[in-house]
T-cell receptor, first 112, second 116 residues
Framework: DAKTTQPTSMDCAEGRAANLPCNHSTISGNEYVYWYRQIHSQGPQYIIHGLKNNETNEMASLIITEDRKSSTLILPHATLRDTAVYYCIVRDYNFGNEKLTFGTGTRLTIIP | EAQVTQNPRYLITVTGKKLTVTCSQNMNHEYMSWYRQDPGLGLRQIYYSMNVEVTDKGDVPEGYKVSRKEKRNFPLILESPSPNQTSLYFC???????????????FGEGSRLTVL
C-alpha cells in the first residue's frame, strides 16, 4: 500500500512558484518526509527532507503541516529545467522498515 | 566522486538466459536497494539490504534474487528472465537516516533491460 499520495500531474508557468502537495496521513512519529525528482529516465535525485519543521535549501522549500499528515514542496521560481516527476516518500529514521515505496509521483510541467 | 554504478546500462536478452545486473557504491553506505520502473507504475522496490548478508523482499521480488556479500556491491540476478521483466532498473544506496546522516538515497543511472 502506498504510504503517500500525490496528484498525477501539474503545470506551472515559468518563473512562478511551483507548489507540489503530498498526503501522508498515516505517517508515524519516527518517519521523515523526503522529496526526490526524476528528469526523463535518469536516476531520481534527492531534493530535500524534513521531520516536522519547515526546511529550505538551495533547491526548494518543504512545508510540513503541524499534524504532519501532509506536506508541500515549493520550487520558488520554476524554470524549464524543473520539468520532471517529483516523488514524495516517508522513511523511518529508527532504522525500521526500509521497504520504501515511491509510487507514481507528480509529473510537473513548466510552461514557458 | 560519490556515485552508484550500474552495469550494464542497456541489455537485450532472450527468455531464460540468466543475467546479472551489477551495482556498486563507493560511499560505504549500509543500505542498498533495487527498483524497477514501468510506465504508469512508478518506482517499485524489488529487494533491499540493510547491511552485508542482510537482504529482504520489497514489493515485487518475484523472479529476482540478490546477494550482499560485500558492503559496496548489491547485484540483481534474474535466474530465468521473462518478457514481463523488461523494464528500467535502478539501484540506490544510503546511510540510514538519523545519527546525523540525511538518509538521502543516491541512485544509479539505470539499466534498461529488454527480454525477448
Amino acid at each position: 500500500d502506498a504510504k503517500t499520495t500525490q496528484p498525477t500531474s501539474m503545470d506551472c508557468a515559468e518563473g512562478r512558484a511551483a507548489n507540489l502537495p503530498c498526503n501522508h496521513s498515516t505517517i508515524s512519529g519516527n518517519e521523515y518526509v523526503y522529496w526526490y525528482r526524476q528528469i526523463h529516465s535518469q536516476g531520481p535525485q534527492y531534493i530535500i527532507h524534513g521531520l516536522k519543521n519547515n526546511e529550505t535549501n538551495e533547491m526548494a522549500s518543504l512545508i510540513i503541516t503541524e499534524d504532519r499528515k501532509s506536506s508541500t514542496l515549493i520550487l520558488p521560481h520554476a524554470t524549464l529545467r524543473d520539468t520532471a516527476v517529483y516523488y514524495c516518500i516517508v522513511r523511518d529514521y529508527n532504522f525500521g522498515n526500509e521497504k520504501l515505496t515511491f509510487g507514481t509521483g507528480t509529473r510537473l510541467t513548466i510552461i514557458p | 566522486e560519490a556515485q552508484v554504478t550500474q552495469n550494464p546500462r542497456y541489455l537485450i536478452t532472450v527468455t531464460g538466459k540468466k543475467l546479472t545486473v551489477t551495482c556498486s557504491q563507493n560511499m560505504n553506505h549500509e543500505y542498498m536497494s533495487w527498483y524497477r520502473q514501468d510506465p504508469g507504475l512508478g518506482l517499485r522496490q524489488i529487494y533491499y539490504s540493510m547491511n552485508v548478508e542482510v537482504t529482504d523482499k520489497g514489493d515485487v521480488p518475484e523472479g529476482y534474487k540478490v546477494s550482499r556479500k560485500e558492503k559496496r556491491n548489491f547485484p540483481l540476478i534474474l535466474e530465468s528472465p521473462s518478457p514481463n521483466q523488461t523494464s528500467l532498473y535502478f539501484c540506490a544506496s544510503s546511510y540510514f537516516s538519523g545519527g546525523g546522516n540525511t538518509g538521502e538515497l543516491f541512485f544509479g543511472e539505470g539499466s534498461r533491460l529488454t527480454v525477448l
